[in-house]
């Protein structure tokens, strides 16, 4: 039997994270890196992950990824047997959603399994993000959805936990040089410091989940419109907002810099925080204008140590 396959694209936030945890909108991209999985039927008679070359098995109580392929296989609750083996091109706790590209691709997989094997006659889309949602849970707790759909869908759009995505029509692609620290954290122990944060401070809460709400807005409009120099300045302005609620880490304010100086029209984490991954916008309108724009950005990043690369938003 061919094995059946399953890929999912990676993410960038581009204004809103650590909020949308709390209620409030934020914007999400798809990225061209994700990850992939291939299912075949399990020789051994009992599933198994495998990851990086590592054997995960659902049963075990050994690493959260035993845990969250058990949730996620708990979502088919008819599949036989599967020997799956997955792969992920995103730097894991990197703020690329990673490990929701992983969720999403190894349901894809198996949802094709599973139809073409008969133990289901037709999996659906919220099947999907349901298995990648019961996978995300264990690595992050209290997850706002924004990762496992952004994995699914790709493109561009507007989300809320209460109304989940709504495409947005750019005017046109845009063009990010996104920059890793090369350094991560886990985005359960940020999301759990931002919480702890609004608890004990309720007035830090009061106003920085308004104020994010309306740069989200406003940069659903400048996207809409095709309005680069006004999103740079909200992604500037969201960037603010993150470190006063303490997500934010000298690597990444230093890269943000950077990059402004570099000529990038605005520059902010992306993701969780606390290291990870940043995003820095080019003022491009073509693929010849982006590779234009970005080299001096990537190449004030290498020069200190930092990696990047190019990225479109379509
Ligand atoms: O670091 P990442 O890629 O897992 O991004 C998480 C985004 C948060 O808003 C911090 C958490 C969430 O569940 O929305």
């Given at each position: 039997m061919t094995p059946a396959r399953?890929?999912?694209?990676?993410?960038?936030?581009?204004?809103?994270?650590?909020?949308?945890?709390?209620?409030?909108?934020?914007?999400?991209a798809g990225i061209e890196r994700g990850a992939e999985a291939t299912v075949i039927p399990a020789p051994e008679g009992r599933s198994s992950l495998h990851l990086a070359g590592i054997e995960h098995l659902p049963g075990e109580a050994k690493?959260?990824?035993?845990?969250?392929f058990a949730?996620?296989?708990?979502?088919?609750?008819?599949?036989?047997?599967?020997?799956?083996?997955?792969?992920?091109?995103?730097?894991?706790?990197?703020?690329?959603?990673?490990?929701?590209?992983?969720?999403?691709?190894?349901?894809?997989?198996?949802?094709?399994?599973?139809?073409?094997?008969?133990?289901?006659?037709?999996?659906?889309?919220?099947?999907?993000?349901?298995?990648?949602?019961?996978?995300?849970?264990?690595?992050?707790?209290?997850?706002?959805g924004i990762d496992t759909t952004a994995a699914a869908l790709g493109g561009c759009f507007l989300y809320t936990r209460a109304e989940g995505a709504s495409p947005l029509a750019l005017r046109h692609?845009?063009?990010?040089?996104?920059?890793?620290?090369?350094?991560?954290?886990?985005?359960?122990?940020?999301?759990?410091?931002?919480?702890?944060?609004?608890?004990?401070?309720?007035?830090?809460?009061?106003?920085?989940?308004?104020?994010?709400?309306?740069?989200?807005?406003?940069?659903?409009?400048?996207?809409?419109?095709?309005?680069?120099?006004?999103?740079g300045h909200l992604l500037d302005l969201n960037q603010m907002l993150l470190a006063g609620i303490f997500v934010s880490t000298e690597d990444l304010e230093r890269m943000c810099l950077l990059a402004r100086e570099a000529g990038a029209l605005g520059a902010k984490l992306t993701g969780a925080g606390g290291g990870g991954s940043l995003i820095a916008l080019l003022d491009a309108r073509s693929d010849d204008d982006a590779a234009r724009a970005a080299a001096p950005v990537l190449a004030a990043w290498r020069a200190a140590g930092y990696d990047g690369q190019l990225a479109r938003i379509s």
């Open positions: 399953g890929a999912a694209c990676g993410k960038v936030i581009l204004l809103g994270e650590h909020a949308v945890v709390h209620g409030t909108p934020a914007i999400a690493t959260p990824l035993c845990h969250a949730a996620l296989l708990a979502t088919f609750p008819d599949l036989p047997p599967v020997r799956i083996t997955a792969e992920s091109r995103l730097l894991p706790g990197g703020g690329l959603g990673s490990s929701a590209a992983l969720g999403v691709a190894i349901a894809r997989a198996a949802a094709t399994f599973a139809t073409s094997t008969g133990s289901a006659t037709s999996v659906d889309a919220a099947q999907i993000l349901a298995a990648a949602g019961a996978w995300e849970r264990v690595f992050h707790g209290n997850p706002s692609d845009v063009w990010l040089a996104v920059g890793s620290t090369g350094t991560s954290a886990s985005t359960k122990s940020m999301v759990e410091s931002v919480a702890r944060l609004f608890e004990r401070k309720p007035e830090v809460r009061d106003h920085t989940l308004p104020a994010i709400t309306a740069l989200v807005r406003n940069a659903a409009l400048a996207l809409e419109a095709g309005d680069l120099k006004g999103l």
